[in-house]
């Protein structure tokens, strides 16, 4: 909340917000709250509800299975919360350890750690010759580094195709 009353001392307009949550049931209303917060600073902002940790990225119906506080069931009683999110753009994160991995153990994102991992990737004969001269050990840890710049860049791609639910 800090932040928003930042924003609105700052008199910004038009802003992008990215709101992320996952399929916990009251994450929902605390995002609604927010939304609301930034509607009353800035009318026109835009808002982009990130479903995270999706199960199955390869298929709607299950990540409305999963987001049922947004979506609703018929099989538990629970109403859809579409007509709350009126000029929210709904967007979808898969489940994935990577973010963990980079968060954790390379103390970076997904973002900063894409340039690296493309580069790893497009030069790794390179990478393998220069890797030979400090030993077998350390040329294991490059080779998981470069297995993982794949996973990466296999998310990555996997991203692009966000898609829109409603």
């Not at 999963?66 to 109403?79: D, H, L, N």
């Not at 580094?145 to 791609?157: C, G, H, P, R, S």
Request: proline share 2%; glycine share 2%.
């Amino acid at each position: 909340m800090i932040i928003l009353e930042y924003i609105e001392k700052a008199d910004i307009k038009e802003a992008q917000y990215v709101l992320p949550i996952n399929d916990d049931l009251e994450q929902l209303e605390n995002a609604t709250s927010t939304m609301n917060m930034i509607r009353n600073i800035d009318e026109s902002a835009i808002i982009y509800l990130i479903l995270n940790r999706c199960i199955n990225v390869n298929c709607e119906s299950a990540i409305k299975e999963q987001f049922i506080s947004i979506f609703g069931s018929q099989k538990y009683g629970i109403e859809s919360s579409l007509h709350m999110l009126k000029n929210v753009e709904l967007l979808f994160v898969p489940n994935s350890p990577i973010f963990g991995i980079l968060k954790n153990i390379y103390q970076t994102s997904l973002l900063d750690f894409i340039e690296s991992a493309e580069d790893l990737i497009e030069n790794i004969d390179t990478y393998r010759l220069s890797w030979i001269d400090e030993g077998r050990e350390k040329f294991r840890e490059n080779m998981k580094k470069y297995a993982f710049a794949k996973d990466v860049i296999e998310l990555k791609n996997q991203l692009k195709s966000f898609e829109v639910l409603r």
